[in-house]
């Protein structure tokens, strides 16, 4: 992709990361709960997630367009995740 170098608040990437830290404590507790095997692979299929994100970024270097691409990526997977919430509370 030819784009151009973006400039990141580091107040804003810092508050953005300390969400995602208290979301996924927050999940853990939830999957924390008697642990069966669906929940033991899925949060396995999360963490294996955040390791490819890991690596890729690493493979590239940690370049802006690197940066880029995970923040679209997050964002992609983010709306999806108020989309299921959204159906489940319809469906409550």
């Given at each position: 992709?030819?784009?151009?170098?973006?400039?990141?608040?580091?107040?804003?990437?810092?508050?953005?990361?300390?969400?995602?830290?208290?979301?996924?404590?927050?999940?853990?507790?939830?999957?924390?709960e008697p642990e069966s095997e669906h929940k033991?692979r899925r949060n396995s299929a999360i963490q294996?997630?955040?390791?490819?994100?890991?690596?890729?970024?690493?493979?590239?270097?940690?370049?802006?367009?690197?940066?880029?691409?995970?923040?679209?990526?997050?964002?992609?997977?983010?709306?999806?995740?108020?989309?299921?919430?959204?159906?489940?509370?319809?469906?409550?």
């Amino acid at each position: 992709m030819n784009l151009g170098s973006v400039t990141w608040d580091r107040d804003k990437v810092e508050n953005v990361r300390l969400l995602l830290d208290r979301q996924l404590s927050e999940l853990e507790e939830c999957v924390r709960e008697p642990e069966s095997e669906h929940k033991m692979r899925r949060n396995s299929a999360i963490q294996k997630y955040f390791r490819k994100l890991r690596k890729f970024l690493k493979q590239k270097g940690f370049s802006d367009c690197a940066w880029e691409i995970i923040r679209t990526e997050t964002r992609a997977r983010l709306q999806q995740l108020l989309f299921v919430t959204a159906q489940i509370n319809r469906r409550n």
